[in-house]
């Protein structure tokens, strides 16, 4: 069966950290691009990182960069996200997508149902 479990989330502090971690039920990470998605109560869904598994290549949405750092493991099938210097913007819901290799952008099919995200002092 095709599916992607996240894990990871829980109630942090500002300035703490939280690894995520994404266990992909897939033929390979390889021939996906990952991603990290986030949702806030009232706010639309976007795009935190995404990782091509092919060239190792890595994106970020602009508040988080040089904070959050997407990985992967193909031996292991497991993708993670990185969260340093949290902030209270960042509380969300957290999910973890796919979309093969050769498909748009906007085609991510395949997702987790997500890890709660609360940053509060």
């Known amino acids: 069966q095709v599916r992607l479990v996240e894990s990871g989330g829980g109630l942090v502090r500002p300035g703490d950290s939280l690894r995520l971690s994404c266990a992909a039920s897939?033929?390979?990470?390889?021939?996906?691009?990952m991603a990290w998605f986030r949702q806030a109560p009232g706010k639309q869904r976007e795009r935190v990182a995404n990782?091509?598994?092919?060239?190792?290549?890595?994106h970020y949405l602009d508040s988080v960069k040089g904070r959050f750092t997407i990985s992967g493991d193909s031996a292991k099938n497991m993708v993670y996200l990185q969260m340093d210097n949290l902030k209270n913007e960042d509380s969300a819901i957290y999910y973890c997508?796919?979309?093969?290799?050769?498909?748009?952008?906007?085609?991510?099919?395949?997702w987790g149902r997500g890890t709660q995200v609360t940053v509060s002092s």
């Open positions: 997508a796919a979309r093969r290799i050769s498909t748009p952008a906007d085609a991510y099919n395949i």
């Open positions: 897939l033929s390979s990470i390889s021939n996906y691009v």
């Open positions: 990782l091509y598994g092919t060239s190792g290549s890595r």
